[in-house]
């Protein structure tokens, strides 16, 4: 198929010019180009100089079989943060190279579209449905267009307002547009939002707009207001790993200490929950820092021992 796709792109393709964008030798490219043909596919050979391989009749129909829409979704996996395998993004990003106009500036559109983010915020594992307005606000996206926006806060209020959708985003199980607004930029709940209503007009897009780079901006500063407390502790080098698996973004490794110990910073919510939090890391983990954090893991000791002996 990507050979076929190529011939649509493309008013004619020679043998070298097949094998250089399928990675592929030249005597590959002729077999495959000869296979078509015999195959019934509607390509022929033009020999001589400036010869090659082209549709019959210079056709440039969607020989694919796909449609605008089926193009957008089949590339939505093959963007910069997605969960898919390198191999499956690699091959995708050649095909969308020859995808015929529209298709290929919809399909570019859509691989810079979404964001997976597997972290989750919070502790639930209810799976969450798919939000209502999320093919909506993905094609608004994609085409580039404002929308009005009806969307209910965490309190119940009602509010409406026009944005320009720049990404998805998919955290966890929980789906957010990241959009650009009169405010500033903003980050909306996909299951909280109302109303979807395109505009029309076209989205105000900052140049140099990177959906990750801005994504993970936004959610650094979320896991700051989460968690605001800092401890400053130093981890045996056989622990980073199991603080890695047991933290998460909450950790911070710096660099090591005289002694081969590692030096880290761990965020939590307050002191009483991150002291017991870290209780059961005593093995490998010294809280350096702040004082009052210490003094709830020396209660927590003590209370262990009266209890256990």
């Not at 089926?70 to 943060?81: C, D, H, Y």
């Not at 320009?164 to 955290?171: E, I, Q, T, Y």
């Not at 927590?300 to 002996?309: F, M, N, P, S, T």
Request: hydrophobic content about 40%.
């Amino acid at each position: 198929m990507a050979i076929v796709l190529l011939l649509q792109q493309h008013e004619q393709v020679t043998a070298a010019e097949v094998a250089r964008e399928l990675e592929v030798s030249e005597r590959t490219a002729r077999r495959d180009l000869g296979a078509l043909a015999v195959a019934g596919v509607p390509v022929y050979s033009v020999q001589g100089r400036g010869g090659g391989w082209r549709l019959v009749g210079g056709a440039r129909t969607d020989l694919s079989g796909l449609t605008a829409s089926e193009a957008r979704a089949l590339f939505l996996v093959a963007g910069p943060a997605s969960a898919t395998t390198p191999a499956v993004k690699a091959a995708l990003r050649k095909l969308v190279q020859a995808l015929p106009e529209p298709f290929r500036v919809q399909a570019n559109a859509a691989a810079s579209s979404l964001v997976v983010d597997p972290q989750r915020w919070g502790s639930s594992r209810i799976e969450r449905e798919t939000p209502r307005f999320l093919d909506e606000l993905q094609d608004a996206v994609i085409r580039g267009l404002q929308v009005r926006l009806g969307y209910v806060d965490r309190k119940g209020a009602q509010t409406e307002r026009t944005v320009h959708p720049l990404g998805l985003v998919a955290k966890g199980p929980t789906w957010y547009l990241v959009s650009d607004t009169d405010v500033g930029r903003r980050t909306f709940r996909i299951d909280r939002v109302s109303a979807v209503e395109p505009t029309g007009d076209p989205v105000h897009r900052p140049e140099g707009f990177d959906l990750a780079e801005s994504w993970r901006e936004i959610a650094d500063e979320v896991d700051r207001r989460r968690t605001p407390l800092e401890v400053q502790a130093v981890c045996a080098a056989d622990g980073i790993g199991l603080l890695r698996m047991t933290l998460g973004d909450r950790l911070v490794v710096g660099g090591s200490t005289p002694d081969g110990r590692i030096e880290v910073v761990i965020r939590g919510h307050n002191e009483y929950a991150l002291a017991g939090e870290l209780a059961g890391l005593v093995e490998w983990l010294e809280v350096t820092g702040p004082p009052d954090v210490r003094d709830h893991l020396t209660s927590i000791g003590k209370a262990l021992v009266e209890r256990y002996g």
